[in-house]
């Protein structure tokens, strides 16, 4: 299995700890400020078929990249 990045990846266990909860809010942290708290999602609604899981990853690719552009856009006016 090939491993990239070095996050610490935690088991699914019934017992909680306040370094998961952490680590977990600085994740959606991160997300809310990355894709825009309050901003519409990444693909407008309605329903996507694919031939492929390639097409598929390449449409959430285009979609996470224009949605990147517009943040970016927005932020330096």
């Not at 996050?7 to 600085?26: E, N, T």
């Not at 894709?35 to 690719?61: I, K, L, M, N």
Request: with cysteine; aromatic share 10%; net charge positive.
């Amino acid at each position: 299995m090939r491993v990239v990045g070095k996050r610490q990846q935690y088991d699914i266990v019934s017992d909680a700890s306040a370094a998961k909860l952490v680590a977990g809010a600085r994740w959606n942290d991160a997300m809310n400020k990355a894709f825009g708290t309050g901003q519409p999602g990444v693909f407008r609604c309605g329903v996507y078929r694919y031939r492929s899981h390639e097409e598929a990853d390449a449409a959430w690719f285009e979609a996470v990249v224009r949605r990147m552009a517009t943040i970016a856009a927005q932020r330096n006016g």
